[in-house]
């Protein structure tokens, strides 16, 4: 099981991004993706979720109304749109996956089978 992210960089401030995680050894139809990140010194925060079932896309606060999860089963491709970003958006993004059925917090690490090495996004003018 393999999860890669890319889309990252440098973008000023109110500018866009989207960020790709491809996932290999497994069909993403029977998983939880969510996206996750973590900015120097900070905790690791998940920010977004998606059931690949049911689809009901999740955001945190503080990216809500900016940033869209969406996916591409038959490529087992998922994406984070990134729109207006601000400084405070610098971070590492990752993307995560779970294979296990049952309630779950979703913002939780430890909710998470896999994960990917993560890429940079940096805001910045």
């Known amino acids: 099981v393999q999860l890669v992210e890319s889309g990252g960089g440098l973008v000023q401030p109110g500018g866009s991004l989207r960020l790709s995680c491809a996932a290999s050894?497994?069909?993403?139809?029977?998983?939880?993706i969510a996206w996750f990140r973590q900015a120097p010194g900070r905790e690791r925060e998940g920010i977004s979720y998606l059931s690949m079932k049911r689809g009901d896309p999740t955001y945190a606060d503080p990216v809500k109304g900016r940033f869209t999860i969406s996916s591409d089963s038959a490529r087992n491709m998922v994406y984070l749109q990134m729109n207006n970003l601000r400084p405070v958006d610098t971070a590492v993004y990752y993307c995560a996956a779970r294979s296990r059925e049952g309630l779950f917090a979703w913002r939780a690490r430890d909710s998470y089978d896999y994960w990917g090495r993560g890429t940079q996004v940096t805001v910045s003018s």
């Open positions: 050894g497994f069909a993403t139809d029977d998983y939880h």
